[in-house]
C-alpha cells in the first residue's frame, strides 16, 4: 500500500481470554444516511453552541484523539436509551468524551434496585421517571454538550435524528427492530447489557465503516544512520526502528538526499530490525547526514452485519468457544424467558437451562455449559455497579470510535463474565431477596449477610483523581464502608484544576481549586448519606508516617491504590506487604489500562511485578545533543524554571534573608557563583525599567539561544570534526545543528519574543502586551552585539564529563527541583513560551517540531487518562473487591488486567504467586520504616 489514503478491508478473528469472548460475523448490506433534528427536553440551564473548549476542558481526549477526530466527535448526537445504571454509565462517559449532544431516554420509573448502580438517582426519585432525574446532573459534566431527556418511545422518526443509537437493557424484539433501522439507516448501532455478573456487547456500524487510525499511537518515527544509493535503497536506522507491519513511511530533514524529503509517502519492505528498503535511489544525491523517518497510518474499512442476522454467533477453531456459545445462548434464552414470564428467572434457573438447551438444538450447536447457565440465571436479577462500570466504559469507547472513526471498533458480539465474583458456599435462597433498600440490585446476586460485611469495612484509598473518583462513585453505590464500623480514608494533596473535569466526572467547575480529597468525599456522600469517610490532603510517604503509621494500617481491610507515579506506588505496597493488608492497583494512560490485586500469602506483591519509573534524559543531551522533540521540550521546561522561577527566588531570598549569601557561600563555588551571577543581573543591567527594556532583553535572549550558543558549539565542533578513533563526531544521536536567524515575520520567532518579554516584565511589575505590532517596532530599537567565539569554552560530551567538572568546583548538586509549569491557563504566556523555546530548538537541530497541545502533554508529563478507561478499570478493580471481601484464598479466583480499548485488547489473567525464599534464623531482625512506626 503506498498511502493511507488507500484503505483496506479488515479481516478479524475472534480472541478470548479470561471472561472475555468476541465474535466476527459475516457481511451484509447497507444503505445511506439521513438526518433530521434531535427532539426532546434539554437539561443544559444555559444553551450553548457546542465548540471545541476554549479553556481546554477536554485537553485530554485531544491528546488520546486528536484534532481531527473531536471535530467529528463535535458534530455527533448520540441516543442513549435505558437509565438504570449501565446507560447512566455510558451516557456519563460519552458527555465527558465531548459529542455534540447526548439524549438519554427511558420509559420506566426508579426503583429500589436502581440505586445499587445508578449514581445519579436518589430515594427521593423513586416512582419517578429515570430519563428526567438523571438529566440535570448529566447536564453539568460538559457544558459544550447538550443534554436532552426523552421519555417516551423509541419510533422510527425520533432517531433520524441521531449518529450513533445505543441500547441499554432492552427486549430482544426492540434490538432487532430498532437495529435494522439503524442499520438500513446508515445509523451506528451499539447494544449493551448486564445481567448480575455478566454482560454484552454488540456493534453494527454499517456496510462500509472507515477507520482512519486503528491503533490511536502516535506514528513510529526513527533516526536515520545512512540510506544506500541504489535500486532499492536501503535505509538503515540508528536504532530499532519499530516498524514491522508498517507498509509506508515518509522521510524529513534528511541532508544531501533531499529528493525523499518531498517524495510523499514511500513504500518500505523491513529487512531486519535496523534496515529497511525503499525505492530506487540511484538516481538522487549521495546521502549525507540526518534525517527522521516517520510511520504513515493506514486507514482500514470494516464490514458489519445487522443484529437480526441468525448465524452471527457461529464460530469455530476457538480453544473457548463453548463458553462463548454459552453466553450467547442464555442471553437469548433470557429475553424468552422474560417475554413468557414478565420476569427475570432466580430459583427456577433450570427453566433457563431448558430454553437454552432447545436454542442450542435449533442452532446447530454442539455444547453448551449448563453450570454457567445456571449461574447465570442466578445472578441475572442483580445490578452491579462495578460491572455496569466495566461494561458501560466498553460500550462508551464504542461510541467514540463510532463518532471518531479512530480506533478498532468491536466486530461485532462481545461477552463477558465475573462469575468467579461468585460465593464460594452456595447462598440461602432468603438471603437473595429484595430487602426494599438500595443495595437490593448487589443483594440479588451475593446476599444481605454479604452486604452487612461489605458495610463493615475499613478502607484506605489513595488518591483521587480519575480513578479515584471513579472508585469512591462504585464504593458509594456497593455500600463500602457505610455500614456501621465502617469507614474510608482518602487522601490526596492535589487541588482541582480545570483539565482534570473531563475525567474526574466527580468535580465541577466551582471546584476548581478545591482539594480534591474533600470534593469527592463530599460527592461519595451525595451518593450513599451513609457513606462513612474521611478526607486528607497528606501525600502519601515517610513524611506522613505519623498519620499512616502501624496504628493506622492494623485497623484497615484493605488498600485501593489510585495513584499517577511509579514510586508512590511501591511505597504503598511495601506499607501493604508489611501490615498484610490486600491492595488493590489501577493504572491508565490513553486507552490503555492496568490493575494489579494483592492478597497477603496469595499473590505476588506489586513491587516485583511493576516496571521503573520514566528514565532521565542525560544532561549532555539536553544542554547540546537533543535528538528528540522530547529533548527539546525538557530543555524549554528548564530554561522557563531557570528564567522566570529560579531567579526571581534568587533575589527575593536576597533581599528579605540576610542568611542567604552566607547559606549560598556554603554550597560551592559553582553553586555559589551561578546565584550571584544571577542576583547580579537581576537587580543591575539586565533589570528592565520599562516595556521596551523586556523586548530588548527577550530579543537578545533569542540571540544567545538560537543563534550565538550553536555557533559556539559549532565552534568547537565545526561539521566536519571527527573523534579520537577517526570516526565524524556528528553521528548517531549526536545532530549537527545549524543556527537560526531572527526574522520578525517568522510566527514562531515572534512567538518566543512576546511570550519571553511578557514574562520577564511579570516578573518586575512590568505591564506587557500581546500586540506584534507594537512589539515589532520596539524590536527595530534594539542593538544586537556581534557573535564572537570564545575558545576557552568546555563544552561537556557525556554525562560523566559533566560530574566530573562539578565534583572539581565542589557542586555535585542541582541548584533547583524542577517545578511544574502551569499548564491550564493559556493566557499566562507559560506554555507559550515553552512551546516556541522547545520549536526553535528543534529547528536548530532539524527535529520535527510538535503542535502546543502535543507539547502540554510531554513538557507537563501528562498521563492522559480519559473517561471510559478509568470507568473500565474502577470497575474490575471493584469485582476483586468483592472476592476481598469474601475472603476468596484460591488463587484461581482473582484476576489482574491488561486492557487496550483502542485495539480491542483485553486481558485478565491469573496473578502470579508469591515468591518463596528459605532464611536462616536470626533471633533479633531490625525492620526498618515505613514499616513499623
Not at 52 to 74: C, N, T, W
Not at 422 to 435: D, N, R
Not at 644 to 654: D, I, L, M
Not at 689 to 700: E, F, G, K, T
Amino acid at each position: 500500500m503506498k498511502s493511507s489514503g488507500i484503505a483496506k478491508k479488515a479481516v478479524l478473528s475472534s480472541s478470548i481470554f479470561f471472561g472475555f469472548i468476541f465474535h466476527v460475523p459475516f457481511s451484509s448490506s447497507c444503505s445511506m444516511t439521513f438526518m433530521s433534528a434531535v427532539r426532546g427536553v434539554c437539561c443544559n440551564k444555559t444553551p450553548c453552541e457546542p465548540s471545541f473548549d476554549p479553556a481546554g476542558v477536554v485537553v485530554a481526549d485531544r491528546y488520546v484523539l486528536g484534532h481531527d477526530a473531536m471535530r467529528r466527535m463535535k458534530e455527533a448526537n448520540v441516543l442513549v436509551a435505558g437509565m438504570r445504571g449501565l446507560g447512566v454509565e455510558i451516557a456519563k462517559n460519552v458527555i465527558l468524551a465531548g459529542v455534540r449532544s447526548v439524549t438519554v431516554q427511558d420509559e420506566g420509573v426508579t426503583e429500589w434496585c436502581d440505586l445499587a448502580s445508578q449514581f445519579y438517582l436518589r430515594e427521593s426519585h423513586l416512582g419517578q421517571n429515570r430519563s428526567v432525574c438523571c438529566c440535570p446532573q448529566l447536564s453539568q459534566l460538559n457544558s459544550y454538550v447538550r443534554v436532552h431527556s426523552h421519555c417516551g418511545p423509541l419510533e422510527e422518526n425520533f432517531l433520524f435524528g441521531f449518529q450513533v443509537v445505543v441500547l441499554t437493557n432492552s427486549t430482544l424484539l426492540e434490538q432487532q427492530r430498532v437495529g435494522t433501522f439503524c442499520h438500513s439507516h446508515n445509523i451506528k448501532f451499539i447494544v449493551a447489557d448486564t445481567k448480575g455478573l455478566c454482560g454484552q456487547l454488540f456493534c453494527d456500524f454499517g456496510e462500509d465503516f472507515t477507520v482512519t487510525d486503528c491503533n490511536g499511537e502516535p506514528p513510529i518515527t526513527a533516526m536515520i544512520d545512512k540510506i544506500t544509493k541504489e535500486n532499492p535503497g536501503i535505509v538503515t536506522c540508528v536504532e530499532e526502528h519499530n516498524l514491522r507491519g508498517v507498509s509506508s513511511v515518509t522521510f524529513s530533514g534528511v541532508f544531501g538526499m533531499v529528493e525523499l524529503n518531498s517524495n510523499g509517502p514511500v513504500a518500505i519492505q523491513v529487512l531486519n530490525g535496523f534496515s529497511f528498503s525503499i525505492c530506487d535511489t540511484s538516481g538522487f544525491h549521495e546521502y549525507e547526514r540526518g534525517g527522521v523517518v516517520t510511520e504513515v497510518k493506514d486507514s482500514a474499512t470494516f464490514a458489519f452485519v445487522p443484529l437480526v442476522n441468525g448465524d452471527m454467533f457461529v464460530m469455530k477453531d476457538n480453544a473457548k468457544m463453548q463458553e462463548h456459545q454459552t453466553l450467547h445462548l442464555a442471553f437469548q434464552a433470557l429475553h424468552e424467558f422474560v417475554k413468557d414470564t414478565r420476569r427475570l428467572p432466580a430459583a427456577d434457573a433450570d427453566k433457563l437451562v431448558t430454553l437454552a438447551t432447545r436454542l442450542k438444538v435449533a442452532s446447530g450447536l454442539d455444547e453448551m455449559d449448563e453450570n454457567m447457565v445456571r449461574k447465570l440465571a442466578m445472578v441475572a436479577r442483580g445490578d452491579l455497579a462495578p460491572v455496569n462500570a466495566f461494561i458501560g466504559g466498553l460500550a462508551a469507547q464504542e461510541v467514540i470510535k463510532a463518532c471518531s472513526g479512530k480506533f478498532t471498533p468491536l466486530h461485532q458480539w462481545m461477552y463477558f463474565h465475573a462469575l468467579e465474583c461468585l460465593p464460594e458456599a452456595a447462598k440461602v435462597e432468603e438471603q437473595l431477596l429484595a430487602m426494599r433498600c438500595r443495595y437490593d440490585g448487589q443483594i440479588a446476586v451475593f446476599g444481605s449477610d454479604f452486604q452487612e460485611k461489605l458495610g463493615k469495612q475499613r478502607y484506605f484509598l489513595v488518591g483521587a483523581g480519575a480513578i479515584g473518583c471513579e472508585l469512591l462513585k462504585n464504593f458509594a453505590l456497593i455500600g463500602l464502608g457505610a455500614g456501621e464500623g465502617g469507614h474510608i480514608t482518602v487522601t490526596d494533596m492535589d487541588s482541582i484544576e480545570k483539565s482534570n473535569l473531563n475525567r474526574q466526572f466527580l468535580f465541577k467547575p466551582q471546584d476548581i481549586g478545591r482539594q480534591k480529597a474533600n470534593v469527592a468525599a463530599e460527592a461519595a456522600r451525595q451518593m450513599n448519606p451513609d457513606m462513612n469517610i474521611t478526607a486528607h490532603q497528606n501525600r502519601l510517604g515517610t513524611e506522613s508516617e505519623s498519620v499512616y503509621g502501624h496504628s493506622f494500617f492494623r485497623n484497615l481491610d484493605g488498600v485501593a491504590a489510585a495513584l499517577d507515579n511509579y514510586e508512590a506506588r511501591v511505597y504503598l505496597d511495601g506499607c501493604c506487604v508489611a501490615y498484610k493488608k490486600p491492595m488493590l492497583e489501577g493504572g491508565t494512560l490513553g486507552t490503555k489500562g492496568s490493575t494489579v490485586v494483592v492478597v497477603p500469602h496469595v499473590t505476588e506483591s506489586y513491587g516485583p511485578t511493576s516496571s521503573g519509573g520514566e528514565h532521565a534524559i542525560p544532561l549532555c543531551t539536553l544542554k547540546n545533543f537533543p535528538h528528540r522533540i522530547e529533548h527539546t521540550l525538557q530543555w524549554a521546561r528548564d530554561q522557563f524554571e531557570g528564567l522566570f522561577k529560579h531567579s526571581a527566588e534568587n533575589v527575593n531570598q536576597y533581599s528579605s534573608d540576610s542568611g542567604f549569601l552566607s547559606h549560598t557561600m556554603e554550597r560551592g563555588p559553582a553553586e555559589e557563583l551561578e546565584v550571584l551571577e544571577s542576583i547580579s543581573s537581576s537587580l543591575g543591567e539586565q533589570r528592565p525599567r520599562s516595556w521596551p527594556d523586556c523586548v530588548s532583553w527577550a530579543r537578545r535572549r533569542w540571540e544567545t539561544l538560537y543563534n550565538n550558543d550553536i555557533r559556539q558549539l559549532l565552534h568547537c565542533f565545526p561539521p566536519d570534526s571527527v573523534t579520537s578513533s577517526g570516526l565524524p563526531f556528528w553521528m548517531d544521536m549526536k545532530r549537527c545543528p545549524h543556527p537560526l536567524t531572527f526574522d520578525p515575520n517568522n510566527t514562531t520567532h515572534m512567538d518566543y519574543v512576546v511570550a519571553a518579554a511578557n514574562l520577564y516584565g511579570q516578573i518586575y511589575g512590568i505591564e506587557g502586551t500581546r500586540d506584534c505590532a507594537a512589539i515589532r517596532a520596539a524590536l527595530e530599537e534594539v542593538h544586537v552585539p556581534e557573535f564572537t567565539p570564545k575558545s576557552s569554552v568546555k563544552i561537556h560530551v557525556t554525562d560523566e564529563e559533566m560530574k566530573g567538572e562539578e565534583a572539581k568546583d565542589g557542586n555535585s548538586e542541582v541548584l533547583c527541583s524542577t517545578v511544574p509549569v502551569e499548564r491550564d491557563d493559556d493566557s499566562n504566556f507559560h506554555m507559550d513560551y515553552i512551546v516556541a523555546a522547545s520549536n526553535l530548538r528543534a529547528e536548530n537541530y532539524d527535529i520535527p517540531t510538535t503542535d502546543k497541545h502535543k507539547s502540554k502533554l510531554i513538557a507537563g508529563r501528562i498521563m492522559p487518562a480519559i473517561a471510559t478507561t478509568t470507568a473500565a478499570i474502577a470497575g474490575l478493580m471493584c469485582l476483586e473487591l468483592y472476592k476481598l471481601v469474601q475472603g476468596h484464598r484460591r488463587i484461581e479466583s482473582y484476576r489482574s488486567s491488561f486492557l487496550n480499548l483502542a485495539i480491542q485488547t483485553y486481558s485478565l489473567f491469573i496473578p502470579s504467586k508469591p515468591r518463596l525464599f528459605t532464611v536462616s534464623y536470626y533471633p533479633q531482625c531490625p525492620i526498618k520504616r515505613p514499616y513499623y512506626t
